[in-house]
């Protein structure tokens, strides 16, 4: 019986073949028949395309998750664990993944990861090892991860640096349209929930956590702005473009309708020429009426810090929505309780080391 990869081994593999230009990712349209004939792979690293010293390669006692047609199928093992696949799975539930010197192997899409993970973090809200809201928080940041421009680390997701810059594998619309579709899988409920929170084309951890934190609804931690667009080139005028040294401006986050942009400056921000490359691009905004807000995680890393520059985006766009909106939108962020919600929101989302 073929090998195929359900979660986190789906998700591992996933995330490695968006950091490696190497692999190939394939959607299926339909579920494929199971290759009956077809040897499981004796190896588990072979099932995840990886060679033993890469950083998505498991470790000689670790698990790899594998998916079985039915219940007959599973096997005793030690370092094997064993779902059965569903028989009501939408199109577009799995994806076949190759690279050069590999069997390709068929493992779960993108969305179907989401779904599982919802499933994962369900079952832990109900032993009572996690509280809703973080698990809330934690599907959110993946989908939005999925669904962005980086990819976390395959093997330590939390502690690793991430790779930035890459196409995204899915999008909002394509989990949307799955999630419709899709009936009688354990992590509906949760993945729907999640769903509205959820942007496309972040960049970063930390701009997800910024954005997060300006559009969440309070009892998440957020102030409930409207959402903005992530990442997005702006229109500029014939008037503008006169006036700018850029060609393009693609902020973190931009509110159209308030003229608005926020900036998530990490680490790669540090030094001469790239602050001077910051200050050319504030100047731009500047020239093009746009309002712009930078961050560094110093600034956004308390509850305190990250309560002031919300501060400022709000008193910025109450010059649109108005001074009693802006005192509705204040009282969040004074509120004790809101406060610790953001300090949750804060400590589920803050990485280990930032960027």
Request: aromatic share 8%.
């Given at each position: 019986?073929?090998?195929?990869?359900?979660?986190?081994?789906?998700?591992?593999?996933?995330?490695?073949?968006?950091?490696?230009?190497?692999f190939?990712?394939e959607?299926?349209?339909?579920?494929?028949?199971?290759?009956?004939?077809?040897?499981?792979c004796?190896?588990?690293?072979?099932?995840?395309?990886?060679?033993?010293d890469?950083?998505?390669?498991?470790?000689?006692d670790?698990?790899?998750?594998?998916?079985?047609?039915?219940?007959?199928?599973?096997?005793?093992?030690?370092?094997?664990?064993?779902?059965?696949?569903?028989?009501?799975?939408?199109?577009?539930?799995?994806?076949?993944?190759?690279r050069?010197?590999?069997?390709p192997?068929?493992?779960?899409?993108?969305?179907?990861?989401i779904?599982?993970?919802?499933?994962?973090?369900?079952?832990?809200?109900?032993?009572?090892y996690?509280?809703?809201?973080?698990?809330?928080?934690?599907?959110?940041?993946?989908?939005?991860?999925?669904?962005?421009?980086?990819?976390?680390?395959?093997?330590?997701?939390?502690?690793?640096?991430?790779k930035?810059?890459?196409?995204?594998?899915?999008?909002?619309?394509?989990?949307?349209?799955?999630?419709?579709?899709?009936?009688h899988?354990?992590?509906?409920?949760l993945?729907?929930?999640?769903?509205?929170?959820?942007l496309?084309?972040?960049?970063?951890?930390?701009?997800?956590?910024?954005?997060m934190?300006?559009?969440?609804?309070?009892?998440?931690?957020?102030?409930?702005?409207p959402?903005?667009?992530?990442?997005?080139?702006?229109?500029f005028?014939?008037?503008?473009?006169s006036?700018?040294?850029?060609?393009?401006?693609?902020?973190?986050?931009?509110?159209?309708?308030?003229?608005?942009?926020?900036?998530?400056?990490?680490?790669?921000?540090?030094?001469g020429?790239?602050?001077?490359?910051?200050?050319?691009?504030?100047?731009?905004?500047?020239a093009?009426g746009?309002?712009?807000?930078?961050?560094?995680?110093?600034?956004v890393?308390?509850?305190k810090?990250?309560?002031?520059?919300?501060?400022?985006i709000?008193?910025?766009?109450?010059?649109?929505?108005?001074?009693?909106?802006?005192?509705?939108?204040?009282?969040?962020?004074?509120?004790?309780?809101?406060?610790?919600?953001?300090?949750?929101?804060?400590?589920?989302?803050?990485?280990?080391?930032?960027?």
């Amino acid at each position: 019986m073929e090998t195929r990869l359900t979660y986190p081994s789906s998700l591992r593999l996933i995330r490695a073949a968006r950091r490696d230009s190497s692999f190939t990712v394939e959607r299926l349209g339909k579920t494929p028949v199971w290759r009956r004939d077809e040897p499981a792979c004796d190896n588990a690293n072979k099932a995840l395309l990886a060679r033993p010293d890469e950083t998505h390669a498991l470790r000689p006692d670790s698990k790899l998750f594998v998916l079985v047609p039915h219940e007959g199928y599973r096997s005793r093992s030690m370092l094997r664990c064993f779902r059965i696949c569903e028989g009501n799975l939408p199109p577009e539930s799995f994806v076949r993944v190759s690279r050069p010197g590999f069997e390709p192997i068929v493992t779960e899409s993108p969305e179907l990861c989401i779904v599982r993970a919802a499933s994962d973090l369900a079952l832990r809200v109900r032993q009572g090892y996690l509280d809703k809201n973080v698990a809330l928080i934690r599907l959110i940041e993946l989908i939005d991860e999925l669904c962005g421009r980086y990819a976390r680390h395959p093997s330590n997701p939390r502690s690793e640096q991430p790779k930035y810059d890459l196409e995204p594998i899915t999008s909002i619309e394509l989990l949307s349209r799955y999630l419709r579709e899709a009936q009688h899988v354990h992590g509906l409920v949760l993945a729907r929930q999640a769903l509205p929170y959820a942007l496309d084309n972040l960049g970063s951890p930390m701009e997800v956590l910024v954005e997060m934190a300006c559009c969440l609804p309070p009892h998440l931690g957020g102030v409930n702005l409207p959402k903005p667009v992530s990442n997005q080139p702006l229109d500029f005028s014939d008037h503008e473009r006169s006036l700018v040294s850029h060609s393009t401006l693609r902020p973190d986050h931009y509110w159209e309708k308030y003229r608005i942009a926020g900036e998530y400056n990490g680490g790669s921000h540090d030094g001469g020429d790239a602050n001077a490359e910051d200050d050319r691009r504030v100047s731009d905004y500047q020239a093009c009426g746009i309002k712009v807000f930078p961050a560094r995680f110093e600034n956004v890393c308390t509850g305190k810090g990250l309560a002031a520059y919300l501060r400022k985006i709000v008193d910025a766009m109450a010059q649109v929505e108005g001074r009693a909106w802006e005192q509705r939108i204040f009282k969040i962020l004074d509120s004790s309780s809101y406060q610790q919600a953001r300090q949750v929101l804060l400590d589920t989302m803050l990485p280990p080391n930032p960027s």
